[in-house]
């Protein structure tokens, strides 16, 4: 006959597997969240940098257009859209995007500054 102990812990081990499994899935999922976070951040970085080239460009005549919808063009060629969009002079050109697509972290921005060398 078992001992009255042992009888008590009967399929304790299975609850316990369940609990590590579902353990698992939960920082699984929360890493894959972070890293779908930081690759949405990246576009949007990306895209703030190119318009900001662009614009840049076009401040300073080296490309034909209006600097601003030449940014928001590029913009859009990288799946973002232009939401702010600055020129102080001297053929720079301050940018902020926002990707058209979001996340379940939100909507990723960026923001960049281009001009001519120092």
Do not use: F, K, W, Y
């Not at 399929?11 to 890493?31: D, E, N, Q, R, Y």
């Not at 190119?50 to 913009?75: Q, S």
Request: glycine residues 12%.
């Amino acid at each position: 006959m078992p001992a009255r102990g042992r009888l008590s812990e009967r399929g304790s081990g299975t609850i316990l597997a369940a609990g590590l499994g579902l353990l698992v899935i939960g920082l699984l999922s929360a890493a894959l969240l972070l890293a779908q976070a930081a690759v949405q951040a990246q576009r949007a970085a990306a895209a703030a940098d190119l318009a900001a080239l662009a614009a840049a460009d076009a401040a300073r005549g080296l490309t034909p257009g209006d600097p601003c919808t030449v940014a928001a063009e590029t913009a859009a060629q990288n799946n973002a859209t232009l939401t702010s969009c600055q020129l102080p002079g001297g053929g720079i050109a301050e940018v902020r995007t926002r990707l058209l697509q979001g996340s379940v972290a939100g909507t990723a921005t960026g923001h960049s500054r281009a001009g001519p060398p120092p």
